[in-house]
């Protein structure tokens, strides 16, 4: 299926009739890909009722749904386009996420991350950690260094990202790099879990020095109020509070060392 116009696939999500094609079976929570229909308009998208979502000790039950637009809402808001199109709608399982698939032809064959073998990693990557495989092969966890990766780390930093996983990260082939599941973010204690670590500790670069600055006078001018219909307001506040601290060090944050800075599976 053809990529969507960003409005035109809002339209879609909004108003468009929901069938269910099956359930994604490795997600945690009840996760489903549907068709979608409006008119002459026909696309995939994920589905994710409230109802299929499973409780959490850490998180209060019944919001995930919430979390995942509260992050297309922060990533609309960096002008970044890293979260695919994400509304709240009603569906065949009731209220829940409806966030556009990207189709496998739109998807780039490109490597961005991964686990690579110990000599083969390529020169200009960023290695995170080592690993061996089920016959002892040394592997490498490592990513590219690409400024669309060094974006979602710092979007990932503003949303307290609690599950960025290889897998979590698509490019496709019109250049763009986005990422999806968002459930489990912006949480009021420091949670960050992520495979790209690369730049841990180095200055931000300018556009995210931008981005940042561009998002704090955004938090004032209405993405607050627009966070606190799915949020707490301890969590509302932690966005802005992460917003300032990374815009005092103007740095990348470094992994917590007291817990695991890294999501499991990795990829």
Same mark, same amino acid.
């Given at each position: 299926?053809?990529?969507?116009?960003?409005?035109?696939?809002?339209?879609?999500?909004?108003?468009?009739?929901?069938?269910?094609?099956?359930?994604?079976?490795?997600?945690?929570?009840?996760?489903?890909?549907?068709?979608?229909?409006?008119?002459?308009?026909?696309?995939?998208?994920?589905?994710?009722?409230?109802?299929?979502?499973?409780?959490?000790?850490?998180?209060?039950?019944?919001?995930?749904?919430?979390?995942?637009? /509260?992050?297309? +809402? $922060?990533?609309?808001?960096?002008?970044?386009?890293? !979260? *695919?199109? %994400?509304?709240? @709608?009603?569906?065949?399982?009731?209220?829940?996420?409806?966030?556009?698939?990207?189709?496998?032809?739109?998807? /780039?064959?490109? +490597? $961005?991350?991964?686990?690579?073998?110990?000599?083969? !990693? *390529?020169? %200009?990557?960023? @290695?995170?950690?080592?690993?061996?495989?089920?016959?002892?092969?040394?592997?490498?966890?490592?990513?590219?260094?690409?400024?669309? +990766?060094?974006?979602?780390?710092?979007?990932?930093?503003?949303?307290?990202?609690?599950?960025?996983?290889?897998?979590?990260?698509?490019?496709?082939?019109?250049?763009?790099?986005?990422?999806?599941?968002?459930?489990?973010?912006?949480?009021?204690?420091?949670?960050?879990?992520?495979?790209?670590?690369?730049?841990?500790?180095?200055?931000?670069?300018?556009?995210?020095?931008?981005?940042?600055?561009?998002?704090?006078?955004?938090?004032?001018?209405?993405?607050?109020?627009?966070?606190?219909?799915?949020?707490?307001?301890?969590?509302?506040?932690?966005?802005?509070?992460?917003?300032?601290?990374?815009?005092?060090?103007?740095?990348?944050?470094?992994?917590?060392?007291?817990?695991?800075?890294?999501?499991?599976?990795?990829?």
């Amino acid at each position: 299926m053809p990529a969507l116009p960003e409005d035109e696939a809002l339209e879609l999500l909004r108003h468009g009739e929901l069938e269910v094609e099956g359930r994604l079976m490795d997600a945690s929570n009840a996760t489903l890909r549907c068709v979608i229909t409006l008119g002459d308009t026909v696309a995939r998208c994920v589905y994710k009722p409230v109802s299929g979502e499973r409780p959490l000790w850490d998180f209060p039950d019944g919001t995930l749904a919430g979390r995942e637009y /509260s992050a297309w +809402l $922060l990533s609309q808001a960096t002008g970044w386009g890293i !979260v *695919p199109p %994400t509304l709240l @709608r009603d569906g065949p399982l009731g209220p829940g996420m409806v966030q556009l698939w990207i189709d496998d032809e739109l998807q /780039s064959d490109d +490597l $961005l991350l991964g686990f690579v073998p110990a000599n083969k !990693v *390529p020169r %200009t990557w960023r @290695r995170i950690m080592q690993a061996r495989d089920e016959r002892g092969r040394p592997f490498v966890l490592a990513h590219a260094d690409d400024p669309r +990766l060094a974006r979602i780390a710092v979007f990932d930093a503003i949303a307290n990202n609690a599950d960025r996983k290889g897998g979590h990260v698509i490019d496709t082939v019109d250049g763009a790099v986005h990422g999806v599941d968002h459930g489990i973010c912006f949480h009021t204690e420091d949670k960050l879990r992520t495979i790209i670590w690369g730049w841990a500790g180095e200055p931000l670069p300018d556009e995210g020095v931008e981005v940042l600055e561009k998002l704090r006078a955004q938090y004032a001018a209405g993405l607050a109020e627009s966070l606190s219909e799915h949020l707490t307001p301890a969590e509302v506040g932690m966005v802005s509070v992460r917003i300032g601290a990374l815009l005092r060090t103007r740095r990348f944050p470094s992994p917590d060392e007291d817990r695991h800075a890294i999501p499991w599976p990795p990829i």
